[in-house]
């Protein structure tokens, strides 16, 4: 199982940033993806997922500006992010779940971790 992240990089305060996360190696649809990441100093945190339903949840702090979506036919996983923030600047993962659905973002149920992409936000 491979997932490799990129579109990452440097925005201005109020720019947008679109990450993906191209998957392989398993069953993409069948499980649950999420978005985490990881500013210094701070624990990793969920910020997205999607579950094998389509279902949907997002941390309060993105709510309204990030949006999770996939597809299907390339086995990608993207997020797109607006309105950001230097508060949103940190290391974003990619994650596999070990099932299908995902109820909260609990780090222990991701089975398959990116190497991550840098977002930097200047103010």
């Known amino acids: 199982v491979q997932l490799v992240e990129s579109g990452g990089g440097s925005v201005q305060a109020g720019g947008s940033l679109r990450l993906s996360c191209v998957a392989s190696?398993?069953?993409?649809?069948?499980?649950?993806m999420g978005w985490f990441r990881q500013a210094p100093g701070k624990e990793r945190e969920g910020v997205a997922r999607l579950s094998s339903t389509g279902a949907t949840a997002y941390a309060d702090s993105v709510k309204g500006r990030f949006t999770i979506s996939r597809d299907n036919a390339k086995n990608t996983l993207y997020l797109q992010m607006n309105s950001l923030s230097p508060d949103d600047a940190a290391m974003y993962y990619c994650?596999?779940?070990?099932?299908?659905?995902?109820?909260?973002?609990?780090?222990?149920?991701?089975?398959?971790w990116g190497q991550g992409t840098q977002v930097t936000v200047s103010s």
């Open positions: 190696g398993y069953t993409y649809t069948s499980i649950c």
């Open positions: 994650a596999a779940s070990r099932y299908g659905y995902c109820y909260n973002f609990n780090r222990a149920d991701f089975r398959y």
